[in-house]
């Protein structure tokens, strides 16, 4: 069976999905940065295929600039992650909520 | 010249923002002084100006720009000619005595400054009116007199009928003014334009039935300015103010207005004799009309301002019947012996306390001799007797009906030329002579001050001596307004004859009647009696069918639309929000987790919104 665009969107859709959910339901600040980079590289999964389909290099330069801010996102995330942790001892997102009104 | 031009115009106006500066304090003589100078200043530069017109030249200035919108442009522009110079003097002149009389007769007077201030601003509104060269800027000037009338009348706020009075002024000039800015507002759609010269020109070439709607609208607004039938409640009333305002706004500046503005628009009423006519017959109705209400009137000024009434009813029969320069002259002489006769009346209201009713003076003559002797000067020239300003004025208008051959218009004026001599002297003989019956209430009468009467002294010359100058005058403002041919050169001395005689008549007869005071007062239960003081009824008509169904309307519409619909309406957005806000502050847990679910259904709701429509948009497309 030939592998066509159509594979590579249904795959595409079926990771964000994923990734929603796991923005959604997980409690642990960890596990959302996880759904978030699934989220992030679903798109990019969508944007080098287009981007193979009609011979056009701007989608996966695209895909390569959301890499980069992925990247950078996790970096600063994770500092701040684990500044939290040792002041808090807990990453669980139900426990912060200071900017409750 | 221009600089002339600007002085007589802004000098009022400096004058006035002086006057303010000091308006919450007691009073600063200085403020009087000021503001008097200031007016003389203004009157000395119209001086020069009416010599400049004189020798024939025209000046008109653009002062700026006003109104610049496509098509439409309106300058601040002033022009002084003929017309606009002898209004100006009669403006200035009036203006400077009443502003020196009031130094002596708001003396005592907590609002002192604030009188200047108001007096002051009248003036540059009233030279505004008569400088402007366009209808746009006249009716500035109009509204601005309009509001200084509303100021001055209810100058005693603390009274409740001054209030009243100034409220019911205001009103029924905004009924008018209404009218006359529809007029205004024909005259540009019309016309294209609405400065003077412009609109004079083209007048001819327009359609003759939206000429004479211009001319009924614009009339209408000069109805309400000049308190005509039935326009003319207002003005009595407007006697609460002080007595100066009373002399130089309501008997010889502002209700002028209105004849001022027939006169202006000459061009435009030549060409409609049906609408002139009609402004000839409402005059000679209201002539006789407010004449008939004076003879019976127990209030000095209220007789005063009644006589007004029924002399600006003369002007408008001049100026409909086409005889603009007679109207303008009448204008004249009347501002000059009836400012002197308000001015009079505020001497004796003064000695007596503010006490009005005649009835209760008598024998004022002997302490009063000046005052007595200068009011007795206006009233012999405001009934027209040879060879006082009124004689040549009232017998002009009398012979332009005759020889329009209006005779039912020159009978109505013959006979109320004799009322006008009788109330004239019954308020008169009322006042001055026969039995001392104020000592009966207890009033100590005294003359006013010297520089008072000096200031009338020069009104009093001129209700003496301005009718002889009627040859000067014709000449002078002939070159602009039409002349008019009289057919009555046959007649001329006999009509002369007549009317005089009616005029000693009258006096004669009220002299008779009042020798020993007051009438009986066995026929004030007459009929006649009832009617004539009670106005003919009409304050009470306007209030029972205007008023009082107006206000139940009124009260219609607070209740049922405007707190049922307008108000509901508006309450039950608000409460709707409020209460969506109230439900939706759920959604701010401050939980990380439920906000993003939030953002998660948030971005669900807006990519099927955003299927669903390009969906629809291409189905509408393709």
Same mark, same amino acid.
């Given at each position: 069976?030939?592998?066509?665009?159509?594979?590579?969107?249904?795959?595409?859709?079926?990771?964000?999905?994923?990734?929603?959910?796991?923005?959604?339901?997980?409690?642990?600040?960890?596990?959302?940065?996880?759904?978030?980079?699934?989220?992030?590289?679903?798109?990019?999964?969508?944007?080098?295929?287009?981007?193979?389909?009609?011979?056009?290099?701007?989608?996966?330069?695209?895909?390569?600039?959301?890499?980069?801010?992925?990247?950078?996102?996790?970096?600063?995330?994770?500092?701040?992650?684990?500044?939290?942790?040792?002041?808090?001892?807990?990453?669980?997102?139900?426990?912060m909520s200071t900017m409750k009104g | 010249m221009e600089?002339?031009?600007?002085?007589?115009?802004?000098?009022?106006?400096?004058?006035?923002?002086? +006057?303010?500066?000091?308006?919450?304090?007691?009073?600063? %003589?200085?403020?009087?002084?000021?503001?008097?100078?200031?007016?003389?200043?203004?009157?000395?530069?119209?001086?020069?100006?009416?010599?400049?017109?004189?020798?024939?030249?025209?000046?008109? @200035?653009?002062?700026?720009?006003?109104?610049?919108?496509?098509?439409?442009?309106?300058?601040?522009?002033?022009?002084?000619?003929?017309?606009?110079?002898?209004? =100006?003097?009669?403006?200035?002149?009036?203006?400077?005595?009443?502003?020196?009389?009031?130094?002596?007769?708001?003396?005592?007077?907590?609002?002192?400054?604030?009188?200047?201030? &108001?007096?002051?601003?009248?003036?540059?509104?009233?030279? @505004?009116?008569?400088?402007?060269?366009?209808?746009?800027?006249?009716?500035?000037?109009?509204?601005?007199?309009?509001?200084?009338?509303?100021?001055?009348?209810?100058?005693?706020?603390?009274?409740?009928?001054?209030?009243?009075?100034?409220?019911?002024?205001?009103?029924?000039?905004?009924?008018?003014?209404?009218?006359?800015?529809?007029?205004?507002?024909?005259?540009?759609?019309?016309?294209?334009?609405?400065?003077?010269?412009?609109?004079?020109?083209?007048?001819?070439?327009?359609?003759?039935?939206?000429?004479?709607?211009?001319?009924?609208?614009?009339?209408?607004?000069?109805?309400?300015?000049?308190?005509?039938?039935?326009?003319?409640?207002?003005?009595?009333? /407007?006697?609460?103010?002080?007595? %100066?305002?009373?002399?130089?706004?309501?008997?010889?500046?502002?209700?002028?207005?209105?004849? *001022?503005? @027939?006169?202006?628009?000459?061009?435009?009423?030549?060409?409609?004799?049906?609408?002139?006519?009609?402004?000839?017959?409402?005059?000679? $109705?209201?002539?006789?009309?407010?004449?008939? =209400?004076?003879?019976?009137?127990?209030?000095?000024?209220? !007789?005063?301002?009644?006589?007004?009434?029924?002399?600006?009813?003369?002007?408008?029969?001049?100026?409909?019947?086409? /005889?603009?320069?007679?109207?303008?002259?009448?204008?004249?002489?009347?501002?000059?012996?009836?400012?002197?006769?308000?001015?009079?009346?505020?001497?004796?209201?003064?000695?007596?306390?503010?006490?009005?009713?005649?009835?209760?003076?008598?024998?004022?003559?002997?302490?009063?001799?000046?005052?007595?002797?200068?009011?007795?000067? +206006?009233?012999?020239?405001?009934?027209?007797?040879?060879?006082?300003?009124?004689?040549?004025?009232?017998?002009?208008?009398?012979? @332009?009906?005759?020889?329009?051959?209006?005779?039912?218009?020159?009978?109505?004026?013959?006979?109320?030329?004799?009322?006008? +001599?009788? &109330?004239? $002297?019954?308020?008169?003989?009322?006042?001055? $002579?026969?039995?001392?019956?104020?000592?009966?209430?207890?009033?100590?009468?005294?003359?006013? *001050?010297? *520089?008072?009467?000096? /200031?009338?002294?020069?009104?009093?010359?001129?209700?003496?001596?301005?009718?002889?100058?009627?040859?000067?005058?014709?000449?002078?403002?002939?070159?602009?307004?039409?002349? $008019?041919?009289?057919?009555?050169?046959?007649v001329e001395m006999i009509l002369i004859l007549v009317?005089?005689?009616?005029?000693?008549?009258?006096?004669?007869?009220?002299?008779?009647?009042?020798?020993?005071?007051?009438?009986?007062?066995?026929?004030?239960?007459?009929?006649?009696?009832?009617?004539?003081?009670?106005?003919?009824?009409?304050?009470?008509?306007?209030?029972?069918?205007?008023?009082?169904?107006?206000?139940?309307?009124?009260?219609?519409?607070?209740?049922?639309?405007?707190?049922? !619909?307008?108000?509901?309406?508006?309450?039950?957005?608000?409460?709707?929000?409020?209460?969506?806000?109230?439900?939706?502050?759920?959604?701010?847990?401050?939980?990380?987790?439920?906000?993003?679910?939030?953002?998660?259904?948030?971005?669900?709701?807006?990519?099927?919104?955003?299927?669903?429509?390009?969906?629809?948009?291409?189905?509408?497309?393709?």
């Amino acid at each position: 069976m030939e592998i066509t665009l159509n594979h590579y969107l249904v795959l595409s859709t079926i990771l964000f999905a994923i990734g929603l959910i796991g923005v959604m339901r997980r409690k642990n600040l960890l596990m959302l940065f996880f759904a978030t980079e699934i989220l992030l590289n679903s798109v990019n999964i969508g944007f080098a295929a287009i981007s193979h389909y009609y011979g056009d290099l701007t989608g996966q330069m695209f895909a390569f600039f959301i890499i980069a801010i992925a990247a950078s996102e996790v970096a600063v995330g994770l500092g701040l992650l684990v500044l939290w942790y040792k002041r808090n001892g807990s990453i669980d997102l139900d426990m912060m909520s200071t900017m409750k009104g | 010249m221009e600089m002339y031009l600007y002085i007589a115009l802004f000098a009022p106006i400096v004058g006035s923002l002086f +006057a303010a500066l000091f308006g919450a304090q007691p009073k600063t %003589p200085i403020v009087g002084y000021v503001t008097s100078a200031l007016i003389f200043t203004s009157l000395v530069a119209s001086t020069v100006l009416l010599g400049a017109v004189m020798d024939g030249e025209i000046v008109h @200035v653009e002062l700026m720009t006003w109104i610049a919108a496509g098509d439409f442009y309106v300058p601040f522009g002033f022009q002084v000619d003929q017309v606009t110079v002898i209004m =100006m003097m009669v403006v200035t002149l009036v203006s400077t005595i009443v502003h020196v009389y009031s130094i002596g007769y708001m003396d005592h007077d907590k609002g002192y400054n604030r009188f200047f201030s &108001y007096l002051s601003a009248f003036v540059f509104s009233m030279m @505004v009116l008569v400088m402007s060269d366009n209808l746009l800027g006249l009716f500035i000037g109009w509204e601005g007199v309009g509001v200084c009338s509303w100021l001055l009348i209810g100058f005693w706020y603390h009274k409740e009928s001054a209030t009243w009075a100034a409220n019911e002024a205001f009103i029924m000039n905004r009924i008018a003014d209404l009218a006359m800015l529809i007029g205004i507002f024909l005259t540009y759609w019309s016309m294209g334009s609405v400065q003077y010269d412009v609109i004079f020109a083209e007048a001819q070439y327009i359609d003759h039935s939206t000429l004479v709607t211009i001319g009924i609208f614009l009339f209408i607004g000069a109805m309400g300015k000049s308190a005509q039938f039935p326009l003319h409640t207002w003005l009595a009333d /407007a006697m609460e103010g002080p007595t %100066p305002v009373s002399a130089l706004i309501h008997a010889a500046t502002m209700v002028t207005a209105g004849v *001022y503005l @027939v006169i202006r628009c000459a061009p435009m009423y030549d060409l409609m004799p049906e609408v002139g006519y009609f402004i000839a017959s409402l005059g000679a $109705f209201v002539a006789m009309f407010a004449a008939t =209400m004076a003879l019976v009137n127990r209030d000095l000024k209220r !007789i005063i301002a009644y006589s007004t009434l029924s002399q600006l009813g003369y002007m408008f029969v001049a100026a409909g019947l086409g /005889a603009y320069w007679v109207a303008l002259f009448h204008l004249m002489a009347h501002a000059f012996f009836k400012a002197l006769l308000f001015l009079g009346a505020g001497n004796v209201m003064h000695a007596m306390d503010s006490e009005l009713d005649p009835v209760k003076m008598g024998g004022l003559f002997k302490v009063m001799k000046v005052t007595a002797i200068l009011m007795i000067i +206006a009233s012999v020239a405001l009934a027209g007797i040879w060879p006082l300003a009124g004689f040549f004025s009232k017998d002009k208008i009398l012979e @332009v009906a005759f020889s329009g051959e209006h005779y039912i218009l020159w009978g109505t004026l013959w006979v109320t030329a004799g009322l006008t +001599a009788f &109330y004239s $002297f019954r308020l008169i003989m009322l006042t001055f $002579f026969g039995e001392e019956r104020y000592k009966n209430f207890g009033f100590h009468p005294h003359e006013a *001050y010297k *520089y008072m009467l000096y /200031a009338m002294s020069p009104l009093a010359v001129l209700a003496v001596i301005a009718g002889w100058f009627e040859h000067q005058f014709v000449d002078f403002v002939t070159q602009m307004l039409p002349t $008019f041919e009289f057919h009555t050169h046959h007649v001329e001395m006999i009509l002369i004859l007549v009317t005089s005689a009616i005029a000693l008549g009258g006096i004669i007869t009220a002299i008779v009647m009042y020798r020993n005071g007051p009438l009986s007062t066995k026929w004030e239960s007459q009929f006649a009696y009832k009617v004539l003081i009670n106005q003919y009824y009409i304050p009470q008509i306007y209030e029972k069918f205007l008023v009082q169904p107006y206000r139940e309307l009124s009260d219609i519409f607070w209740k049922q639309i405007d707190m049922k !619909i307008v108000d509901a309406s508006v309450d039950a957005i608000a409460t709707t929000f409020y209460n969506t806000g109230e439900a939706t502050r759920g959604m701010q847990s401050g939980n990380l987790s439920t906000m993003l679910k939030w953002m998660v259904a948030g971005l669900v709701i807006l990519l099927t919104l955003a299927v669903a429509f390009s969906v629809g948009y291409i189905a509408i497309i393709g």
